[in-house]
Structure formats: structure tokens, C-alpha cells
């Protein structure tokens, strides 16, 4: 399949994904759903979840035609570290997905738990593969590279201050998911790091693709 055709691929089903857990934030009942305080993993919880689910699914599969895109009309080596980076980010997708997140009306659970921790290589493993990328992907538009950059190091930045709640609280300070508005700042994370992913493939998209610019990746 040509690039165009990838990209386009990639960007309707990344943008779907979105769509559908925009979606779960205004459809009832998953609308009664704190977006400051609960986390996205919340939807996944009541009779919805089928809708949740497809959303990760979507954004995974969009996420993996993305990568693959990139390797196989030689913007990106293969084996690096983006490419690295984005196959642990959608591993994870798919293990929060079979994985629910814990329901503490019933108490703490290893599933939950593995959920917990697939999250966090998710939220971190994304920023990372686009800051890897960028510069092999937009050697000569600044303009693309930048913009990917800024959102990647803004998830990153947002997951930080989750990181700081941690570190606040094993000095004595209050629980870390109460030291900045947990959901908010997830739906943060999930925001910045999903759009910077639909930067590198909008780029590709609609920027052509310069000989000199692959043959130097491939050098």
C-alpha cells in the first residue's frame, strides 16, 4: 500500500478512536462521569465498556499502521528506538484493554493492577516514539517536527506532574491521585500524546516526501 494511502488509513482510524471516547464524555450514562476527577479507564467500568474498548483498539491499530507506514517507506529504521517506543505503546493499549482497571467499590485487583502499570508504559512509551521520529520523519520542515516535539514533551510534562504527587506523597505529603485532578490531567496526557502521533501522520500526509529526505534516512 503507498504512504498516502497509509497515512490516510491511520489518521481515520486514530481520529475514530477519538471520536468514540469524546464520545463516552457526553452520551449518558457514561456523561455523569467526573472528567476532572475520574479516569478515562473509568468508562470502562458500566455497560459501555464495549465502547471503550474499540476506542483503545482504534487508536492502537491507527497508531500501528502509523509505524508501520513509517518503516516500510523508509522514513524510520525498523529497528530503533521510535519504532521501539511505539510498538511498547500499542502492547499496552492492548493490555489495558484485556485488562480492566480495578473497581474500588469491590477492592483492589490484579487485574487492575496490571492495567495500572501498562497505563503508565503507555503514557510515557508514546511522547517518546514521536520524539524519536520527528527528526528522521521531518528532516526538512521544522514547522511539522516542532509541533510533534512540543506534544510529545507537553504529555510528558503533564505525566510529571503525576510523578510529583508520587514523590509528595512518599514524603509524607497527601495520596499522589489527590494532589492534582487525576482525570483532568490524564485526559491531558492521553490528549497530547494521541495528538502528537496524528501530527507526525497528518505531516506525512499531506507534505510530500522529498527523494533526498529517505535516501538520507536510509543512509
Known amino acids: 500500500m503507498s504512504l498516502p494511502r497509509l497515512a490516510a488509513a491511520s489518521l481515520a482510524t486514530l481520529l475514530l478512536g477519538v471520536v468514540l471516547m469524546l464520545a463516552l464524555h457526553v452520551v449518558p450514562p457514561t456523561s455523569e462521569i467526573s472528567a476532572v476527577r475520574r479516569t478515562l479507564s473509568e468508562y470502562a467500568l458500566g455497560p459501555s465498556k464495549w465502547v471503550f474498548d474499540a ?42 484493554v484485556y485488562f480492566t482497571k480495578t473497581d474500588w ?23 517518546l516514539a514521536v520524539l524519536s521520529v520527528a527528526r528522521a520523519v521531518f528532516p526538512g520542515a521544522p514547522g511539522w517536527r516542532f509541533a510533534a516535539r512540543g506534544l510529545g514533551v507537553a504529555s510528558l510534562g503533564f505525566f510529571g506532574l503525576i510523578l510529583v504527587g508520587v514523590v509528595r506523597m512518599s514524603m509524607g505529603g497527601g495520596p499522589w491521585w489527590r494532589f492534582v485532578p487525576l482525570g483532568l490531567v490524564e485526559r491531558a496526557i492521553a490528549f497530547t500524546a494521541v495528538a502528537s502521533v496524528v501530527v507526525v501522520v497528518l505531516g506525512v500526509l499531506v507534505r510530500p516526501v522529498k527523494s533526498e529526505e529517505l535516501a538520507g534516512v536510509a543512509a
Do not use: K
Not at 74 to 84: D, I, T
Not at 113 to 123: D, M, N, P, Q
Open 105 to 127: 467499590s469491590i477492592g483492589p485487583s490484579l487485574s487492575g493492577t496490571i492495567h495500572r502499570y501498562a497505563s503508565v508504559v503507555a503514557f510515557v512509551s508514546l511522547p
Open 55 to 96: 476506542s483503545v483498539l482504534l487508536v492502537a491499530l491507527g497508531s500501528g499502521l502509523a509505524f508501520y507506514a513509517l518503516a516500510r517507506h523508509g522514513m524510520v529504521r525498523p529497528l530503533s528506538a521510535g519504532m521501539f517506543f511505539g510498538a511498547l505503546w500499542i502492547v499496552s493499549l492492548l493490555v489495558i
